[in-house]
């Protein structure tokens, strides 16, 4: 595979060389981080977990076509990101096939994703590539990842530049300054939070059941169900999907690779059924995410006989096979501007506008921010132009998971309204038409 050259802005345009502090460290943060570089500026991350690699949540993501625009522009490694998937289907309760199109779609798995995105930042071996390319190569700028630095606060700096005050878990605090700070700090964005209090996270009323089981593991039947499919059941209040992911160390081949599950359950703000589903066996109660291996095993039973009852045979397989099953709170977020003092404080990704995960939208959204944002540092597009798209994605497509979620979890619907939002949600972003609610600035 031929090595992305350093990226060079158009002639006449060359920028000094800028130093981004970039908030948060998962696949927002490291996209950002890393066409920054590209372009020979440096960045540094702080990334507020105390371990110097982020933890996997075992789980998939479906590699849209801005994740795979990223990666064909970026990626120095070389290796496989995501399995295919040639046919979507949906089935009936009984497991028969209802409606089929065949449509190509590319899934990956979270930690797959993150590892080869910190092999091409500061070129983190990992069991996903033993051999990252060398961190930087004349051209690039200084990519530098330290974690444990939970920021706080940040100040503007009457010589010029943004001021970031971080936290170690010890309480050691220090600071560290850039010319610019970049918000990749997620749902929960601190730098968001301190830019736009009134902004708010706000639970959906429903969780996604989730986890994997190695396509080994399943029965013939659920492997010839599911495998190299992207599958879909509807119900009243759920609706479950499942589609491969690329299994251990990132294998891509058959045989090795994962069925990932998501099944979305209403769990009633403020009921037992929402506490007892977020209550892990350590007993302590989470807000949103409950981790991979910390489900309580009795609340998780209670999911499994759910499953049984509710979903196609091949589909309860899979959730009631999970080893390592998690729950997250589906939870809403968008924060009006991404652009603070004069461009002093950007935010992207989650931080920006956390989707609903229907949209399959959030890991593109942050590959698209990432280089969108890159083209106008480098000059290639206008200051308006890199508002309006970025803020029109991120409105227009936090608007379409909340309508999406609100049909299939409170409406029961006829499947066709189900099949006709899923298609509506596969437009590729360069064929949206965003309306002007969506981009005005
Ligand atoms: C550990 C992890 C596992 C995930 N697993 C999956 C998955 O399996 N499937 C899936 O679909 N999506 C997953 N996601 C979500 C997915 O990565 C995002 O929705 C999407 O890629 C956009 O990411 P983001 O970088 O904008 O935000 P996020 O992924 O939320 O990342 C925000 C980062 O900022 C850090 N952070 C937050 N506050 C601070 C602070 N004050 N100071 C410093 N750092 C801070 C967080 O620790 C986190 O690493 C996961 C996210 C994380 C963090």
Redesign the pocket.
């Known amino acids: 595979m031929a090595t992305p050259a350093p990226e060079q802005p158009p002639p006449g345009q060359e920028a000094k060389k800028l130093h981004f502090v970039i908030?948060?460290?998962?696949?927002?943060?490291l996209a950002a981080g890393i066409a920054l570089t590209a372009l020979g500026h440096d960045a540094t991350i702080?990334?507020?977990?105390a371990a110097p690699v982020?933890?996997?949540?075992?789980?998939?993501?479906v590699a849209g076509g801005d994740t795979l625009a990223f990666f064909a522009r970026y990626d120095r490694t070389g290796r496989p990101l995501a399995v295919r998937s040639a046919r979507r289907q949906y089935l009936d309760r009984r497991g028969a096939v209802v409606h089929a199109v065949d449509v190509a779609q590319s899934m990956t798995?979270?930690d797959l994703a993150y590892h080869l995105l910190r092999a091409n930042f500061d070129g983190l071996a990992s069991a996903y590539c033993p051999a990252p390319p060398a961190p930087a190569p004349p051209g690039r700028g200084r990519a530098t990842h330290l974690h444990d630095?939970?920021?706080?606060r940040f100040e503007e700096e009457a010589g010029g530049g943004v001021r970031a005050f971080?936290r170690t878990a010890a309480g050691a605090e220090g600071s560290t300054l850039g010319d610019v700070l970049v918000g990749?700090?997620?749902?929960?964005?601190?730098v968001r939070a301190l830019l736009e209090p009134a902004v708010a996270r706000t639970y959906a009323g429903y969780c996604a059941l989730r986890g994997t089981l190695p396509e080994a593991a399943a029965s013939a039947a659920t492997r010839a169900a599911l495998c190299e499919r992207f599958t879909f059941f509807h119900g009243p209040g759920v609706q479950c999907l499942a589609y491969l992911i690329p299994g251990r160390a990132g294998a891509v081949e058959p045989g090795r690779r994962l069925i990932n599950f998501v099944c979305y359950a209403n769990f009633p703000a403020g009921s037992p059924e929402l506490a007892r589903v977020l209550t892990g066996r350590d007993g302590r109660r989470r807000q949103v995410t409950m981790p991979p291996g910390m489900t309580d095993p009795g609340a998780w039973e209670e999911q499994r006989a759910w499953a049984r009852a509710a979903l196609p045979p091949p589909l309860a397989e899979v959730v009631c096979g999970a080893e390592r099953p998690f729950v997250q709170a589906v939870t809403d977020v968008l924060s009006p501007r991404n652009e603070y003092l004069g461009g002093k404080v950007v935010l992207?990704?989650?931080?920006l506008a956390g989707f609903r995960?229907h949209t399959v939208a959030?890991?593109s959204?942050?590959a698209f921010d990432a280089m969108l944002y890159a083209d106008y540092v480098a000059g290639r597009v206008s200051r308006d132009e890199w508002i309006r798209q970025t803020l029109g994605f991120a409105r227009y497509i936090q608007r379409r998971g909340v309508d999406m979620g609100e049909r299939s979890q409170h409406q029961d619907l006829p499947l066709e309204e189900y099949i006709r939002d899923r298609d509506v949600a596969s437009t590729p972003r360069e064929q949206e038409v965003f309306p002007d609610w969506a981009t005005a600035i």
């Open positions: 908030v948060g460290g998962s696949l927002g943060g702080l990334e507020r977990n982020l933890q996997d949540q075992g789980a998939g993501i798995s979270w630095r939970r920021v706080t971080w990749a700090d997620g749902p929960s964005s601190t992207l990704g989650d931080a995960p959030s890991t959204q942050a």
